[in-house]
């Protein structure tokens, strides 16, 4: 090893790469970069970048929209070609290999064999799509069926979802408009490459550091797991979170946290931050608040519902208006599990009126304290600080790495809870005085 060290030592390693993906088993001559020795103090040198979707039923107009992908994969462009333009056939083999055209017209069928036989986008157009896809729209469809209590009713229990408006406990604080029990639900995980070294969402998060899956880097398909469990979801006062986020957006405390951020985003994207202002990368107020209070839920709700904490994870929904979206304010705590565990039953019977009151009282009366406190709740950024976080610790607030889609950053118990400081509470908390509620 000592060998392979400083510049003499760099003398001897391989003067250019030999352009090997072992992952692809392939060699792609033309690397021109220069191999050089790194120590890692971690074990991993490879990191997914997943992405995951709750399954959902389809409305009628998403059927027709995903029936042309349905018919690519199922039927083959081949099959399609050559039948594009008889309907009944394409009827006949979209029933055999179980896609339901039953209740679509023929004007609805041609439009998707249509879409399949159109000439595939640029490389230019698909480039662009790539880099202006932003995560939140994978949420924004769980969002609005979460909305439409009318349609639980309804539900198609062929998506594996089963969820129930469940009635507000009298007690339960009124900011938190709404309570939902999930009774059952799948999450599909999916694989879209991997990077090297860093994870995606903690360096330079450029669609091009993502290790391709495929040679041709144009994947038809990618690995996923289907995981099976239960949840709750709790959605806060929308109008009471809008009023609130404004309070917060003119304190001293969050102006520490929005320049903690830049300078964060500078260092350690430096390649995006050329290409993005990092004030888009920064979460609203509203993600905090709704994100600190989830974590401290999990830890709650670990003690009464028979899972432990790491098999309790959260799926956030907290951003403002944005021309194709409305705002969003709530949290869904879920079980996933790849086997039986997360199917017991233990986390959504928490969600019954009497019991789920309790619980958020309890969580929201212990984040008021921390052991660590005063250190922990007079935690602030300041210059050349750029941690993403301010009162929250080990002790309060953070969750184990499969709880939080995070990484325990952008928590904060200021932002929830009035915490009194030497000089009075810095930021006004959502939920007011711990005393008061
Ligand atoms: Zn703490
Ligand atoms: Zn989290």
């Known amino acids: 090893m000592a060998e392979a060290q400083g510049s003499k030592g760099r003398e001897k390693l391989p003067q250019t790469c030999r352009s090997r993906h072992p992952h692809l088993g ?13 120590m890692m103090g971690a074990s991993n040198l490879w990191f997914p970048s997943t992405q995951s979707i709750i399954v959902m039923p389809r409305s009628d107009a998403e059927k027709k929209e995903v029936l042309a992908d349905h018919l690519r994969v199922e039927l083959g462009i081949d099959q399609i070609k050559q039948f594009g333009d008889q309907i009944p056939v394409i009827r006949a083999l979209a029933s055999a290999r179980n896609i339901d055209v039953s209740g679509l017209a023929d004007a609805d069928i041609a439009a998707a064999v249509a879409e399949v ?215 869904l705590i879920c079980t996933t599990a790849s086997d039986s565990e997360g199917t017991l039953g233990g986390l959504v019977a928490l969600s019954e009126p009497g019991r789920l009151q309790g619980i958020v009282l309890s969580a929201l009366r212990r984040a008021a304290r921390c052991s660590s406190d005063p250190v922990c709740a007079m935690r602030t950024p300041a210059d050349p600080e750029d941690f993403l976080h301010g009162a929250a610790c080990h002790t309060c607030c953070f969750a184990s790495e499969t709880s939080c889609e995070k990484a325990n950053r952008f928590l904060d118990r200021r932002l929830l809870i009035d915490i009194p400081t030497a000089n009075g509470p810095t930021v006004p908390g959502f939920f007011g005085s711990a005393h008061g509620i």
């Not at 392939?26 to 021109?32: L, T």
């Open 117 to 331: 036989l159109a000439p595939p986008e640029s490389e230019e157009a698909r480039e662009e799509r790539r880099a202006n896809w932003d995560p939140i729209e994978l949420l924004i469809p769980e969002w609005r069926y979460l909305q439409k209590p009318a349609l639980f009713p309804e539900q198609q229990n062929n998506t594996g979802l089963m969820v129930t408006e469940m009635q507000r406990g009298p007690d339960l604080h009124p900011y938190i408009a709404r309570v939902v029990g999930v009774n059952r639900m799948k999450r599909v995980n999916a694989v879209l490459g991997f990077t090297r070294l860093d994870e995606m969402d903690r360096v330079n998060d450029l669609a091009s550091r993502l290790v391709d899956l495929t040679r041709n880097g144009k994947p038809a398909w990618v690995p996923a797991t289907e995981d099976r469990g239960e949840g709750i979801f709790l959605q806060f006062d929308l109008d009471a979170v809008a009023k609130w986020e404004v309070r917060v957006e003119g304190t001293a405390l969050w102006e520490a946290h929005r320049e903690s951020h830049r300078r964060n985003f500078a260092r350690r994207f430096s390649e995006t931050s050329k290409i993005v202002n990092p004030d888009t990368r920064l979460p609203s107020p509203r993600y905090w608040l709704v994100h600190t209070f989830s974590h401290i839920l999990i830890r709650e709700m670990a003690m009464y519902s028979g899972y432990g904490a790491a098999s309790l994870t959260e799926r956030i929904y907290a951003w403002s208006e944005a021309p194709q979206r409305e705002a969003a304010a709530g949290l």
């Open 26 to 38: 392939a060699f792609y001559p033309g690397c021109q970069a220069r191999p050089v020795l790194i």
